[in-house]
């Protein structure tokens, strides 16, 4: 498994793979700059009980919907290296299991959002420093609020990966990405099973843990069940 790693690593070192690891947070970093510079007064004021508190709220905000098409985008980009070279069949022959091929895939995506999730809390901790809101930072808190989200998201990140794997064209699982990121942003009275409503981190009993669960559990299982979809397919 390492050497499938490292040769998905390889694969992606001259793509645009990597910058758009570091967009992501950047973005959402830069857009609450902005924020808070214009409106600081105003949302000092209202976070003044807890600043640190507020500076995440308000970067959990923005962090959703960007790791949303953030794994839209990075599964597609991931699984079009193959397609545009049409080497899948090539890929295959290799004396390589296609579990193996599969799991790279997923694990390749899995760790460079990781990634993301990591320069998002380090990206809120500078700004929180800059914004002269002390030391006094909510780690754990700040954990919770950068990585929930995405751990929730597991199902939708493996949906993804395996639309993106099993079509050649890639509008189909970059659009059902973009849709359901739009969705997911009015689902907050969704009902609790609606996978969508998980990356937001509401439920009724309001522990963002159980969202994670489910995610973690629901990922696990589309996980499983697209290794054997894969494992059948006939490569063309």
Not at 119 to 145: C, D, S, V
Not at 195 to 201: D, G
Request: aromatic share 12%.
């Amino acid at each position: 498994m390492t050497r499938v790693m490292v040769s998905e690593f390889l694969k992606i070192r001259r793509k645009m793979i990597f910058f758009l690891v570091f967009l992501g947070p950047f973005g959402v970093i830069s857009l609450e700059a902005v924020n808070f510079g214009i409106r600081y007064e105003w949302l000092t004021d209202l976070y003044k009980e807890n600043l640190w508190g507020g500076l995440i709220e308000e970067v959990s905000l923005l962090s959703v919907p960007t790791i949303l098409i953030g794994l839209t985008i990075l599964t597609s980009m991931i699984a079009n290296i193959e397609h545009q070279t049409n080497a899948w069949k090539q890929l295959l022959a290799l004396p390589i299991s296609k579990m193996k091929v599969f799991t790279g895939k997923v694990l390749l995506s899995v760790l460079l959002l990781l990634t993301s999730c990591l320069l998002l809390a380090g990206g809120t901790i500078a700004l929180g420093l800059l914004l002269k809101f002390g030391t006094a930072i909510p780690f754990l808190y700040l954990m919770k609020m950068c990585f929930f989200p995405f751990l929730a998201s597991l199902p939708l990140l493996i949906l993804q990966i395996w639309l993106a794997i099993t079509l050649k064209n890639q509008a189909i699982p970059l659009t059902a990405g973009i849709i359901g990121t739009i969705v997911a942003m009015y689902a907050m009275n969704f009902p609790d099973w609606v996978p969508l409503k998980w990356p937001l981190l509401v439920n009724e009993w309001n522990q963002p843990i159980y969202s994670v669960l489910a995610g973690l559990v629901v990922g696990l299982l589309l996980y499983f069940m697209s290794l054997i979809d894969f494992n059948r397919r006939e490569v063309k």
